[in-house]
């Protein structure tokens, strides 16, 4: 980052912040159209990504997986449910726990968006090594921002 000196640490451009915030606002527009055809938002793809990975997971499993807060995704839960796609049950162990599993639909839907990752890579105009590294790097960023947060 620039030097205080110049003034120029407050510069909107000069913000990493700003470009993390404004690359994910485009990307998930890129994946919008992608995943109109499956009928889903973001979120509700970002949620059976979790599922086709460990189907029977908790409400609270998926909420952390996807650093959320579960009432921010009961209304996607919600609607996932609403159209076919899982079901919610309460744990046998636990009643108030919420378990979710996919339903027919729901499983049969990953393939159906088994290409959405290509389209990602292919409009990156990089190498999926470059975008592998991409990855990896943000990771250790977001990792080490969580290590640090009070």
Same mark, same amino acid.
């Given at each position: 980052?620039? *030097?205080?000196?110049?003034?120029?640490d407050?510069q $909107?451009?000069?913000?990493?912040?700003?470009? @993390?915030?404004?690359?994910s606002? $485009?990307?998930?527009k890129?994946?919008?159209?992608?995943?109109?055809? $499956?009928? @889903?938002?973001?979120p509700?793809?970002?949620? %059976?990504?979790?599922?086709?990975?460990? +189907?029977?997971?908790? !409400?609270? !499993?998926i909420?952390?997986?996807l650093m959320?807060?579960?009432?921010?995704?009961?209304?996607?839960?919600?609607? %996932?449910?609403? +159209?076919?796609?899982?079901?919610?049950?309460? *744990?046998?162990r636990?009643?108030?726990?919420?378990e979710?599993?996919l339903?027919?639909?729901?499983?049969?839907?990953?393939?159906?968006?088994e =290409?959405?990752?290509?389209c990602?890579?292919?409009?990156s105009?990089? *190498?999926? +090594?470059? %975008?592998?590294? @991409?990855?990896a790097? %943000?990771?250790? $960023?977001? +990792?080490?921002? =969580?290590?640090a947060?009070?």
């Amino acid at each position: 980052m620039a *030097s205080q000196e110049t003034g120029s640490d407050l510069q $909107l451009d000069n913000q990493l912040c700003f470009t @993390l915030y404004t690359t994910s606002l $485009l990307m998930t527009k890129f994946y919008k159209p992608l995943l109109k055809g $499956l009928g @889903l938002t973001y979120p509700q793809y970002l949620v %059976l990504l979790t599922l086709w990975q460990e +189907d029977g997971q908790s !409400a609270g !499993a998926i909420s952390r997986r996807l650093m959320t807060d579960t009432g921010s995704l009961t209304p996607v839960f919600k609607r %996932l449910e609403a +159209d076919g796609l899982l079901k919610r049950v309460r *744990s046998r162990r636990d009643e108030r726990v919420v378990e979710l599993f996919l339903t027919e639909r729901g499983r049969a839907m990953q393939s159906q968006a088994e =290409e959405i990752p290509d389209c990602v890579v292919m409009a990156s105009g990089q *190498s999926p +090594d470059e %975008l592998v590294e @991409l990855k990896a790097r %943000l990771e250790m $960023l977001r +990792d080490r921002l =969580e290590e640090a947060m009070p």
